[in-house]
């Protein structure tokens, strides 16, 4: 079975502040793929990010970037000098080839919120 | 904007009802996924649809069922309707099978009285 795990529940921090959400997955499979999705307050789910399993190098976007680390299983998302408007919950996803297809498998998810 | 829309935003109905939600994919996209969000379960897998045809099913219960159109729309019909079937309906589309990214629309609000 897949799992994923995101321990913070909830982080709260200051605007400007660096912040990094934890997610730690579980996978038999060999071929996968790990997503970021952010559900600001009005519910939508919006894609950050998706990263095979034979890509550990580290990306960034902006303000955003992650680190992908196989050794250990995890996926971490680091908001940089974190702003009002990055308050929302993000949720990591995992999909695996070999055992469950296309579905994502998502974590609890981590409320973020940011104050001014 | 993903481009996925789904329709109606909101849903307010009584237990035991019959309710239709809909979803139209993003241009392009083949597959449409149905995922539910409730507080106590969290962002659930339903079922995949792709070109048509059922590809993968999750933790649906025997009272939904879906289907995918020849314009390539989705529809999930929910019947016999229980208060625990009040969440968040998500549909997502991507272009093919292959763990491409999901992009979701803006999700349903079910509401069961």
């Known amino acids: 079975a897949q799992k994923v795990t995101q321990a913070q529940t909830e982080i709260s921090v200051v605007e400007k502040e660096d912040v990094t959400l934890d997610c730690v997955y579980e996978?038999?499979?060999?071929?996968?793929?790990l997503f970021w999705y952010k559900q600001p307050p009005s519910g939508e789910l919006v894609f950050l990010i998706r990263?095979?399993?034979?890509?550990?190098q580290n990306e960034i976007s902006g303000r955003y970037s992650w680190n992908f680390q196989k050794s250990t299983s995890s996926f971490n998302f680091t908001i940089t000098a974190s702003q009002v408007v990055d308050s929302a919950v993000y949720f990591c996803?995992?999909?695996?080839?070999?055992?469950?297809?296309?579905?994502?498998?998502f974590g609890e998810g981590t409320q973020l919120t940011v104050n001014p | 904007d993903s481009g996925v829309t789904q329709t109606p935003k909101h849903l307010i109905t009584a237990t035991g009802q019959r309710v239709t939600l809909r979803c139209s994919p993003r241009?392009?996209?083949?597959?449409v996924y149905w995922y539910q969000q409730s507080l106590d379960q969290g962002l659930q897998f339903l079922i995949q649809?792709?070109?048509?045809?059922?590809?993968a099913k999750g933790n649906i219960l025997e009272r939904f069922s879906a289907q995918q159109f020849p314009d390539l729309h989705s529809e999930l019909n929910l019947s016999s309707l229980e208060l625990g079937d009040s969440a968040l309906y998500f549909c997502?589309?991507?272009?093919?099978?292959?763990?491409?990214?999901?992009?979701f629309g803006p999700g349903t609000r079910l509401l069961v009285l």
């Open positions: 997502a589309s991507s272009v093919s099978v292959n763990q491409e990214t999901q992009y």
């Open positions: 996978t038999r499979d060999t071929t996968y793929y």
């Open positions: 990263r095979n399993s034979f890509d550990e």
């Open positions: 996803a995992l999909s695996g080839r070999e055992t469950s297809g296309s579905r994502l498998t």
């Open positions: 241009s392009g996209d083949l597959s």
């Open positions: 649809y792709y070109n048509g045809e059922e590809r």
